[in-house]
């Protein structure tokens, strides 16, 4: 099967042409296809979320197990009335606050109006507003729910531009919306809100302390029970090139007697204000533009993953940040994608 390409940017929202794509896209998702989609997070493979088969097809393109329930898409919080249980005031005031944007709510499951394979036969469902326009205007244009995870292979970095859908996915699924990439570049922050106070099942941009400046106390404290993952995603290895990948705690400045091995090539990713520390003959791909540049390395960091994935080098070191609030969710991909292998900074 070939896979289809819808070119559709911001710019082009309001033309004859747009119109006549949206309205192709609509019937396929009503026919059960699934649809790379671009978001402000990461694309996402989207299909009908109440159509059982759409959802079975999403599921086998990127080769995802079965226990893991996907993210649902909607255009307008109405929408939530015909499958969630009445929201909460908190949870309305959060949406409100950050709606459209970065953020998924897990609420109480309400019917069974959402095929029971998306939500992975749990009695609660992960839901989402996203604000990329070209995203928002095929929500619009569908009408109903989309469910939709993240457009990669399982396993591999999440999509944050068209081309890595179609690297992955091409002739597996029906089509791709070609748009803009995404601003953030890391998938959304999960909370959950299935009990109170509610809990951050995956870190992304949206930080405890930002919900906290909204609703004081509204987000518990990371409990110690253990490091069992709150989202069933979370439990598996995620967003990895096929080499070994090293975090330089510390970063490079503090690290520059990398080892390698006689005949092997190095990789390193890492701020371009270090690149003097890189070693001779190494390969580098600059994350961002300072040591402080954190939105725009998690902007980059998977797009640099993916070229390093494709190039020669045998090992693939990539510089770690100071743990903050705003590096949260950009040292929690990174730590996944290494496998937890980490060395140490001189000075910190
Ligand atoms: O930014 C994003 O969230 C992107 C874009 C496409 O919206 N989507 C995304 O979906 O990252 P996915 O499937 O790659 O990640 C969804 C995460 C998984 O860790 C999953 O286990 C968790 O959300 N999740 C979904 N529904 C859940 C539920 N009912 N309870 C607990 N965790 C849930
Ligand atoms: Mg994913």
């Not at 898409?73 to 909460?88: G, K, M, N, R």
């Not at 999440?158 to 748009?179: C, E, F, Q, R, W």
Request: aromatic share 8%; with cysteine.
């Amino acid at each position: 099967m070939d896979t289809k390409i819808w070119e559709i940017e911001t710019g082009q929202l309001d033309t004859v042409e747009t119109s006549e794509k949206m309205e192709e896209i609509k019937t396929a998702f009503e026919y059960g296809e699934v649809i790379g989609i671009p978001t402000e997070t990461v694309y996402g493979l989207a299909g009908d979320a109440r159509n059982h088969e759409a959802i079975q097809k999403i599921f086998a393109a990127k080769n995802r197990p079965g226990d893991n329930p996907l993210i649902v898409h909607i255009y307008d919080v109405a929408q939530l009335s015909e499958f969630t249980e009445p929201l909460d005031v908190k949870v309305e005031t959060l949406m409100e606050h950050f709606w459209p944007g970065p953020i998924s709510f897990i609420l109480p499951l309400k019917g069974n109006m959402l095929a029971s394979n998306a939500v992975a036969e749990l009695d609660s469902v992960a839901v989402r507003m996203p604000s990329h326009p070209v995203g928002r205007a095929l929500l619009r244009e569908v009408g109903f729910p989309l469910a939709a995870p993240s457009a990669n292979l399982s396993g591999k970095p999440s999509p944050t531009d068209y081309s890595h859908v179609i690297d992955d996915l091409n002739g597996k699924v029906y089509g791709v919306v070609a748009s803009e990439p995404a601003t953030y570049g890391l998938e959304s922050t999960v909370l959950d809100c299935t009990r109170f106070p509610y809990r951050i099942a995956r870190p992304g941009s949206i930080t405890q302390d930002d919900l906290e400046g909204v609703l004081e106390e509204v987000v518990g404290r990371h409990e110690s029970a253990g490091n069992q993952p709150i989202a069933p995603g979370m439990k598996y290895k995620h967003y990895a090139p096929h080499q070994p990948l090293v975090v330089i705690e510390g970063g490079l400045r503090n690290n520059t007697h990398l080892q390698i091995e006689e005949g092997q090539k190095m990789g390193v990713i890492a701020p371009e204000t270090t690149r003097e520390y890189v070693p001779e003959g190494a390969e580098f791909i600059s994350l961002c533009s300072t040591e402080q540049a954190y939105r725009e390395a998690a902007r980059n960091l998977y797009a640099a993953l993916r070229k390093m994935d494709k190039s020669d080098v045998d090992i693939i070191y990539i510089q770690g940040f100071p743990k903050n609030a705003e590096t949260e969710a950009l040292m929690n991909r990174i730590y996944k994608a290494t496998g937890n292998e980490i060395i140490k900074g001189e000075s910190s």
